[in-house]
């Protein structure tokens, strides 16, 4: 009798210490992957032919599936702006960008999506879509700075 009070005694100061250390996770790191853009303007230089504003957006998750199998898809965006002011119209349709990113990979066969190197196409769709959103200036270039496929039930 005595040992299993010791035991649920040790249990309960367990899940105690468990509850306070998410509780003091979640209060300094609220996010995980945090919803930040970030603006760089680079200098002009004589390799490029006009200086241009570069955006991140946060990541985009998107659940793709070939009909045996699904994955989840987390892609990091940079987009290269033909000039700085661009970048709030982006911030503002940042969720309409998030759903055209998504169905755009939705269009992709899985395969397609799992193949190692460059998407050239992939990122001429997306800088597309996210060119029709805009009524005033342009996305110039589309870069993926981070890609991660993870089969999902593993």
């Given amino acids: 009798m005595m040992m299993s009070r010791f035991s649920l005694l040790i249990l309960l100061s367990i899940c105690c210490l468990l509850l306070l250390a998410g509780y003091l996770a979640g209060k300094y790191h609220p996010d995980l992957m945090p919803h930040t853009f970030s603006l760089q303007t680079s200098p002009p230089d004589s390799s490029q032919m006009q200086p241009g504003a570069t955006i991140n957006l946060p990541p985009v998750v998107a659940p793709v599936d070939d009909g045996q199998r699904y994955y989840y898809v987390q892609v990091n965006l940079s987009l290269e702006l033909d000039r700085s002011g661009t970048a709030g119209l982006i911030q503002?349709?940042?969720?309409?960008?998030?759903?055209?990113?998504?169905?755009?990979?939705?269009t992709y066969a899985v395969s397609d999506l799992r193949a190692a190197g460059p998407r050239p196409a992939l990122r001429a769709d997306i800088?597309?879509?996210?060119?029709?959103?805009?009524?005033?200036?342009q996305v110039q270039n589309v870069y993926i700075t981070n890609w991660l496929m993870t089969p999902v039930g593993y």
């Avoid at 503002?92 to 939705?106: P, S, Y």
């Fill in 92 to 106: 503002a349709r940042h969720d309409a960008i998030d759903r055209q990113v998504m169905e755009i990979l939705h």
């Fill in 127 to 137: 800088r597309r879509a996210i060119n029709k959103l805009l009524p005033t200036g």
